[in-house]
């Protein structure tokens, strides 16, 4: 048992009503394979699923970043990983039918705009053709009850208008990462309508979600805002910042992992209902801009964090961005529990952990932990 009694747990839904909240419980001995468990949201992913006591395969390629959090929280170890690229379709085959999961999720992509204008090739390949792997794999594989494959908040077509996007609306991307992630999202409706409905079909629920950028202590992406500040302070430089008025929905990575196993656990009970896309991103308030999300980082971390603006030649990149995720909200029942401040306290709070040597494996199932208190409370509080 881990930091929730069982009581406490409970509370996160009752196992018995496949309309509940989250169960925590549910996750007990459920088998689970999940791609890109070496990633930044994949390594939280994992060690949130081993806490839970699921039995966890991985299959990634090795870390993307040196650091990594899968290295530094020793990910590993509760877990059986599997090193394989998931454009080896008979690897990933065999992968996924010997060990028999009940749950899949799909993490494994190619996730940086910015490489995509320089490997456009690399990530339709990775981004399309792995999840075609991935869903031709699960198709013949009896044992499989629910798929998540995630994509992006990034897979609409962005007029910069002001409003939030919706899942109903229209599919596109500027750049190729972005177009990749809706041409995953065509491949995820095809397969759902082609080969998981119907008398015939091999019934598990298919659904995919569209998370908004995630923050949270462990990523060493390149090319990404937390990542850039944190380096720059290690390196005590300036941070150097592309578009300081882009505004995106800002959120924990806590956030839209506890909406794909919401939406897991609601597709096993109820397959063909829940098998839609879903939007997983803050309340509208906590979508800022990058300067804004800088300096309430740098009031979370301490002194000022001196910064000025990159004045080279950039590729483009959206300059806004917001999602709806009031479909998530009233079907899943799934709701933001940490606000953008204490997202940025507990991302600060981690990197100086790395800064004392403390252990970060501790250090992230604590946190973990943090928002599981957090989120059972929420829930004894609407009842």
């Not at 939007?279 to 300067?291: I, K, Q, R, Y």
Request: include cysteine; aromatic fraction near 10%; hydrophobic fraction near 40%.
């Amino acid at each position: 048992m881990t930091f929730l009694d069982n009581h406490v747990r409970r509370a996160a839904g009752d196992s018995s009503d496949p309309a509940a909240h989250l169960n925590l419980e549910f996750w007990q001995a459920k088998r689970v394979f999940l791609t890109g468990h070496t990633g930044f949201k994949g390594s939280w992913l994992s060690l949130w699923l081993q806490d839970l006591g699921a039995q966890l395969v991985g299959y990634s390629l090795p870390a993307p970043t040196e650091p990594n959090l899968f290295a530094q929280a020793d990910v590993a170890r509760g877990m059986t990983s599997i090193c394989g690229d998931i454009l080896d379709a008979a690897h990933l085959h065999n992968s996924i039918h010997q060990h028999a999961p009940e749950f899949v999720f799909h993490l494994a992509a190619q996730s940086l705009v910015r490489r995509s204008y320089l490997d456009p090739v690399n990530t339709f390949a990775t981004n399309v053709l792995g999840t075609v792997h991935v869903l031709e794999a699960v198709r013949t594989c009896p044992s499989v009850r629910a798929v998540v494959i995630v994509t992006s908040d990034k897979c609409y077509e962005n007029d910069e208008k002001l409003d939030p996007y919706k899942e109903s609306d229209r599919l596109g991307g500027f750049d190729p990462y972005s177009s990749s992630k809706a041409c995953a999202e065509l491949v995820t409706a095809a397969y759902r309508s082609s080969f998981f409905s119907g008398s015939n079909a091999h019934i598990a629920g298919i659904g995919s979600a569209r998370a908004g950028n995630v923050i949270g202590g462990g990523d060493w992406t390149e090319d990404q805002l937390v990542p850039d500040i944190v380096r720059a302070i290690l390196a005590r430089k300036e941070v150097l910042i592309r578009n300081p008025h882009a505004i995106r929905p800002w959120q924990h990575v806590m956030e839209p992992l506890y909406g794909y196993l919401s939406l897991a656990q609601k597709m096993y009970h109820e397959p063909e209902k829940y098998s839609q896309p879903w939007n997983f991103g803050p309340d509208e308030s906590d979508a800022v801009t990058v300067s804004d999300l800088l300096e309430r980082f740098s009031q979370a971390w301490g002194p000022d964090l001196p910064w000025r603006k990159d004045s080279g030649t950039h590729p483009h990149e959206a300059g806004l961005l917001k999602i709806d995720c009031t479909k998530a909200k009233e079907e899943l029942g799934w709701h933001p529990q940490w606000d953008l401040s204490r997202a940025l306290e507990t991302t600060a709070q981690w990197y100086k952990s790395f800064l004392s040597g403390d252990d970060l494996r501790a250090v992230t199932l604590n946190q973990i932990h943090s928002y599981e208190k957090a989120l059972s409370t929420a829930i004894l509080s609407a009842r």
